[in-house]
């Protein structure tokens, strides 16, 4: 098992900190990696300056890494085992606990609007599949053109995954986000195409409340990448926060190291407490990462 690299940050009054997802990014995208996030990380604190919440900063620094081809979230999604986009995301809102999720979406720009919508209407939390789908046509999201939104290495990783004969294994790139707002509120978003070569219908952890995705005012917020069936077993997200309720500044390194030790998984996770420390850990080899806050930035892989 790899060994855990961690960070944790200072506090600020406001902060995003994105993540470009936990696995081996090679060495000639790793600048477009860490780029991509502080892009993201930027424009979900602006968010936070001009007044916006941290639920507005999350979505608005996933949005932009779903609209990056270089992540497995929105245009360059990886492909399930029939060649096709089934998009997970979720987002949550720490002051009401309110959450939106979509899994198994097809081709739409941005499911972590989808996932948005979903919470604001404040009926069903997660929508799969046509159900997903028929909900976003009906709050105006228009389908995107498939073909338009598959990039050659996600063919290229399918292709590989294919003739390999290899099971679905985790591409990196999933994305997400948390934030913490001067009100000290906090707030989570993810977004994946999920794992290359996935089997048609399977659900990773991304889109469920407590797996990838979890935000509460009282702990804090996470989002997570890596083995999502390790995460949905482990419930990693709220075993993090829980953490940062505990009052663990090592919340992140101690929730990987559970994962590590209990079912020798790999992933990441980014978390921020509702004092407004952000933290990262990960125990893969790449992990895209940016932080913004009022006195900090910083972004790295
Ligand atoms: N956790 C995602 C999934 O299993 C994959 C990833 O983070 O790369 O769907």
Redesign the pocket.
């Known amino acids: 098992m790899r060994s855990i690299v961690s960070r944790v940050f200072p506090v600020q009054r406001h902060v995003v900190l994105v993540h470009g997802?936990?696995?081996l990014v090679p060495e000639a995208s790793r600048e477009a990696h860490a780029r991509g996030c502080l892009a993201a990380a930027r424009a979900g604190n602006l968010v936070l300056t001009r007044g916006g919440s941290a639920l507005d900063a999350a979505c608005e620094a996933v949005r932009v890494l779903e609209d990056d081809p270089s992540f497995?979230a929105g245009h360059g999604a990886?492909l399930d085992e029939t060649g096709h986009l089934a998009l997970?995301a979720a987002v949550m809102d720490g002051a009401s606990l309110a959450a939106g999720a979509v899994a198994c979406l097809p081709a739409f720009a941005n499911p972590v609007q989808i996932a948005r919508k979903l919470l604001d209407v404040g009926g069903p939390v997660l929508l799969a599949g046509e159900g997903a789908e028929l909900f976003a046509k009906t709050h105006g999201f228009v389908r995107a053109d498939e073909a338009a939104m598959i990039t050659t290495v996600a063919r290229e990783r399918l292709a590989e995954a294919k003739a390999t004969g290899e099971s679905a294994g985790?591409?990196?790139?999933?994305v997400?986000a948390v934030a913490r707002d001067t009100s000290g509120h906090v707030a989570a978003a993810?977004s994946?195409?999920?794992?290359t070569n996935?089997a048609k219908g399977?659900?990773?952890?991304?889109p469920l409340v407590g797996a990838?995705t979890y935000a509460d005012d009282d702990e804090g917020a996470a989002s997570?990448?890596?083995?999502?069936?390790a995460?949905i077993r482990l419930m990693l997200a709220r075993h993090a926060t829980l953490g940062l309720a505990r009052g663990e500044d090592e919340a992140a390194k101690l929730t990987i190291a559970h994962l590590g030790d209990r079912l020798r998984a790999l992933?990441?996770v980014i978390l921020v407490s509702k004092e407004g420390r952000a933290s990262f850990a990960r125990n893969t080899v790449t992990m895209g990462y940016a932080v913004v806050g009022d006195s900090l930035e910083e972004s790295g892989i």
Request: aromatic share 6%; with cysteine.
């Open positions: 997802g936990a696995g497995n990886c997970d985790f591409a990196g790139g999933t997400g993810t994946t195409g999920g794992k996935k399977r659900i990773g952890d991304s990838g997570g990448t890596g083995d999502g069936e995460f992933g990441g």
